[in-house]
């Protein structure tokens, strides 16, 4: 894709399911990768897995923490010299039913994937705008900021909060070169998703409620978060791109 190569890219939640696959695709693409998740043993064990596939390292970090954030961002900048893009990904789920919700779980899920995004948007957008030579922010929205589904009251509440988050910051950041879009995708096969459902489960939903019967792949988010940080998607600012194999379009 046109205007990534060489390009320096943080991507949250980098070290497994989505993220990985985004730092495989970006690391084709000829970017300087880093990457952070909660887990230092998984981020060191993933940095090394594709570092024969070009220039990539990372740090752990919580994203819900602001010391934490600053410290990824300081990191970041140092491996990178600049960061010029940022997949705004790391994100948790779980089901519960509303009923059930203790504040506490609510506001886990609320602080990585909102307070989380909106921290590590706010520090890196800082940098751009310091840099004064724009930049791209895709954050990670799900088709659940866009419509409810059963047992995931709070997970759902931050993929809205993350799509509107993402509009906002796309009218505020816009005059300063820097783009800011959000992926929703629907069901897609990770580590994530195989934790919560079972693989019969996953078969019969697919067959049912998506139109190409079958759920998506890590690589293709990974696609359309490449296509959003290109230069290919430079008129493209303040969306939320679909991935759903069709699951919305009925
Ligand atoms: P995974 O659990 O496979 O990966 C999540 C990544 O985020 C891991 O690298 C994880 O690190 C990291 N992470 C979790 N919590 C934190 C934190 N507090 N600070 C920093 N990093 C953290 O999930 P997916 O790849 O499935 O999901 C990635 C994103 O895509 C999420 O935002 C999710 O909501 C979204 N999404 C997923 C869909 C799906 O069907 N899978 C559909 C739509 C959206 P660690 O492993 O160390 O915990």
């Known amino acids: ?137 895709v954050n990670m929205s799900s088709t659940n900021g866009l419509v409810g589904e059963a047992q995931y009251t709070h997970y759902n509440a931050s993929k809205g909060g993350a799509l509107l988050l993402t509009k906002t910051m796309a009218t505020e950041l816009g005059m300063h070169g820097i783009r800011v879009n959000a992926l929703c995708p629907g069901y897609i096969l990770t580590p994530l998703a195989q934790e919560i459902y079972d693989p019969s489960e996953v078969a019969a939903f697919a067959n049912q409620s998506i139109p190409l019967k079958r759920v998506g792949t890590p690589e293709e988010v990974a696609a359309a978060y490449a296509f959003l940080a290109s230069d290919d998607a430079s008129f493209i600012h303040g969306t939320g791109l679909v991935i759903d194999g069709g699951q919305l379009a009925f």
């Open 1 to 137: 894709m046109r205007g990534l190569k060489g390009r320096g890219v943080l991507i949250s939640g980098g070290s497994r399911g989505i993220g990985k696959a985004t730092a495989v695709r970006f690391l084709e693409e000829g970017c300087r990768v880093f990457i952070c998740g909660i887990d230092q043993t998984e981020v060191d064990q993933t940095v090394a897995e594709l570092s024969s596939a070009g220039d990539i390292s990372g740090v752990a970090c919580d994203v819900s923490l602001e010391e934490s954030v600053a410290h990824l961002v300081a990191a970041a900048e140092q491996s990178l010299g600049q960061i010029e893009i940022l997949i705004n990904n790391a994100g948790i789920a779980w089901q519960e039913d509303f009923l059930d919700i203790t504040a506490e779980h609510w506001d886990r899920i609320l602080a990585v994937n909102l307070r989380g995004m909106f921290l590590v948007g706010q520090a890196v957008a800082r940098r751009m705008v310091a840099h004064g030579k724009g930049g791209a922010i």
